[in-house]
């Protein structure tokens, strides 16, 4: 009967976000209609959208895009409030700038959101590191403790950070969830553990992830060392939002002030089911001084439709620029995706990883904190396609040749039974599939240099 009643609830909570999204995304389009010179043409299509599947009549924008004339993709009317960027680390920075209206509004509906008899919540312990500019102020109902893991003071009080949080804010003792993005989260647990901290002792009750992927490994080592459940995130900078893992389909669903479509990786149609890329419109007034509407997101996702959460669900798959996807004819067949193989390499200890946070002293493995070093590549040059994923070990292959094909045969054959259109096509003959072991120090981490130039092709120029 729980179930049923549960059941209930969510049909109409689905049937709220939808609504809420409809009632706002009018107004967004109004009003970068009338504020955005970018967005002057959608002057034509006032009236004509009124919910999220009519946006497929609107053009896509991307990253790429807005570089060539960023200012005209700003409001010019209210002051700017604060800055925001995204990292760069897998492309060209995009400098994002929030207004002060939309900020105020922004405290204003969540302080309403959060004192509308939301019950007491827990200290919330957060990392401040200024990697995407200011970020935007969201109110929580319980304290917020911010510390900067990266400085030496912080690090002496890490122990009793994660054990008595609420004296550094003389609030009462009290449970406490903690939250950041997951670089941030991996040095701060890799210090407790090379400090010999007994984590019988924390009082942090769960963990929230954003940014960075979460592996198989990964949240087992997570939930397994503190002894709580891992939440984690998708987001982006770009987007004031972003979606979270559901408990019925174990899909994620976006915010419900966040629009998701999901288009072919070739022809950006819209697709209801199968792999594309995540397209994403952020609604007023939640976002005014720099509106998204149909912002080509560069992420291949699975899509789920079959929840009663909400209509849109998915599984992030990887970024576009490091799959590999096959053109046939009109089509573009992803073959191998970068998430799935993160996933799999990050089980075997004998993959070298990037040193990472220097910085940070008192570490005895920085490559602990780093990224897989692997590469993946397509060549279509020859009479039989090849598709060679490279990875580094450890140590020297040759040093240890019966352990080292050993993993190699052992990944090529995962890969292969997540990638059935690869799988197809190496049975048929027409496709090769290498794993191939380099020498330590060979490769870098898995981050292409621009990921708009490397999509282009894949989007019919698009891009």
């Given at each position: 009967?729980?179930?049923?009643?549960?059941?209930?609830?969510?049909?109409?909570?689905?049937?709220?976000?939808?609504?809420?999204?409809?009632?706002l995304?009018?107004?967004?389009?109004?009003?970068?209609?009338?504020?955005?010179?970018?967005?002057?043409?959608?002057?034509?299509?006032?009236?004509?959208?009124?919910?999220?599947s009519?946006?497929?009549?609107?053009?896509?924008?991307?990253?790429?895009l807005m570089?060539?004339?960023?200012?005209?993709?700003?409001?010019?009317?209210?002051?700017?409030?604060?800055?925001?960027?995204?990292?760069?680390?897998?492309?060209?920075?995009?400098?994002?700038?929030?207004?002060?209206?939309?900020?105020?509004?922004?405290?204003?509906?969540?302080?309403?959101?959060?004192?509308?008899?939301?019950?007491?919540?827990?200290?919330?312990?957060?990392?401040?590191?200024?990697?995407?500019?200011?970020?935007?102020?969201?109110?929580?109902?319980?304290?917020?403790?911010?510390?900067?893991?990266?400085?030496?003071?912080?690090?002496?009080?890490?122990?009793?950070?994660?054990?008595?949080?609420?004296?550094?804010?003389?609030?009462?003792?009290?449970?406490?969830?903690?939250?950041?993005?997951?670089?941030?989260?991996?040095?701060?647990?890799?210090?407790?553990?090379?400090?010999?901290y007994?984590?019988?002792?924390?009082?942090?009750?769960?963990?929230?992830?954003?940014?960075d992927?979460?592996?198989?490994?990964?949240?087992?080592?997570?939930?397994?060392?503190?002894g709580?459940?891992?939440?984690?995130?998708?987001?982006?900078?770009?987007?004031f939002?972003?979606?979270?893992?559901?408990?019925?389909?174990?899909?994620?669903?976006?915010?419900?002030?966040?629009?998701?479509?999901?288009?072919?990786?070739?022809?950006r149609?819209?697709?209801?089911?199968?792999?594309?890329?995540?397209?994403?419109?952020?609604?007023?007034?939640?976002?005014?001084?720099?509106p998204?509407?149909?912002?080509?997101?560069?992420?291949?996702?699975?899509?789920?439709?079959?929840?009663?959460?909400?209509?849109?669900?998915?599984?992030?798959?990887?970024?576009?620029?490091?799959?590999?996807?096959?053109k046939?004819?009109?089509?573009?067949?992803?073959?191998?995706?970068?998430?799935?193989?993160?996933?799999?390499?990050?089980?075997?200890p004998?993959?070298?990883?990037?040193?990472?946070f220097?910085?940070?002293?008192?570490?005895?493995?920085?490559?602990?904190?780093?990224?897989?070093?692997?590469?993946?590549?397509?060549?279509?040059?020859?009479?039989?396609?090849?598709?060679?994923l490279?990875?580094?070990?450890?140590?020297?292959?040759?040093?240890?040749?019966?352990?080292?094909?050993?993993?190699?045969?052992?990944?090529?054959?995962?890969?292969?039974?997540?990638?059935?259109?690869?799988?197809?096509?190496?049975?048929?003959?027409?496709?090769v599939?290498?794993?191939?072991?380099?020498?330590?120090?060979?490769?870098?981490?898995?981050?292409?240099?621009?990921?708009?130039?490397?999509?282009?092709e894949?989007?019919?120029?698009?891009?």
């Open positions: 009967m729980r179930f049923k009643a549960d059941a209930k609830l969510n049909k109409q909570l689905v049937s709220l976000r939808e609504s809420f999204r409809n009632q995304l009018p107004l967004t389009i109004r009003h970068a209609a009338s504020q955005v010179l970018a967005y002057k043409h959608l002057k034509l299509f006032d009236g004509r959208i009124n919910q999220a009519d946006l497929s009549i609107l053009p896509i924008i991307d990253k790429r570089l060539k004339t960023v200012e005209a993709y700003r409001e010019q009317n209210t002051p700017t409030s604060l800055i925001q960027h995204t990292t760069g680390t897998s492309g060209h920075k995009l400098i994002i700038h929030r207004g002060t209206a939309e900020i105020d509004f922004i405290k204003q509906f969540f302080t309403h959101v959060y004192t509308d008899g939301v019950l007491a919540q827990p200290l919330c312990i957060t990392f401040n590191v200024d990697v995407h500019g200011e970020p935007t102020p969201i109110p929580y109902p319980g304290s917020v403790l911010q510390f900067d893991i990266f400085d030496a003071e912080w690090r002496l009080k890490a122990k009793r950070l994660a054990s008595e949080p609420w004296t550094f804010t003389r609030d009462k003792q009290s449970p406490a969830v903690l939250t950041g993005l997951e670089p941030q989260l991996r040095v701060f647990t890799t210090i407790l553990l090379e400090s010999d007994n984590f019988a002792q924390s009082s942090i009750r769960s963990i929230y992830s954003t940014g992927l979460i592996t198989s490994r990964l949240r087992r080592w997570y939930e397994s060392i503190w709580v459940p891992l939440f984690d995130r998708y987001s982006m900078s770009e987007i939002g972003g979606a979270s893992q559901c408990n019925y389909c174990r899909f994620w669903h976006l915010d419900p002030y966040v629009i998701g479509e999901v288009v072919d990786i070739g022809t149609t819209n697709i209801s089911e199968g792999l594309g890329v995540l397209v994403l419109t952020s609604l007023f007034p939640f976002v005014q001084k720099q998204f509407i149909r912002y080509w997101t560069g992420d291949v996702v699975e899509v789920h439709t079959n929840c009663p959460v909400d209509s849109l669900g998915f599984v992030f798959k990887g970024r576009l620029a490091r799959c590999v996807i096959q046939q004819h009109s089509a573009s067949v992803p073959l191998v995706l970068a998430a799935d193989v993160y996933d799999i390499l990050d089980e075997f004998d993959i070298a990883r990037t040193r990472m220097e910085s940070v002293g008192g570490l005895s493995d920085h490559s602990s904190l780093g990224h897989l070093k692997l590469e993946l590549s397509l060549d279509e040059s020859m009479d039989v396609s090849q598709c060679v490279r990875i580094e070990m450890r140590y020297p292959s040759y040093m240890f040749p019966e352990r080292a094909k050993s993993v190699i045969r052992e990944i090529r054959n995962l890969i292969l039974e997540r990638h059935l259109n690869l799988a197809t096509q190496v049975e048929s003959g027409m496709m599939f290498r794993v191939e072991a380099v020498l330590p120090g060979t490769l870098d981490g898995f981050r292409p240099a621009t990921i708009e130039e490397a999509a282009t894949l989007t019919n120029g698009a891009d």
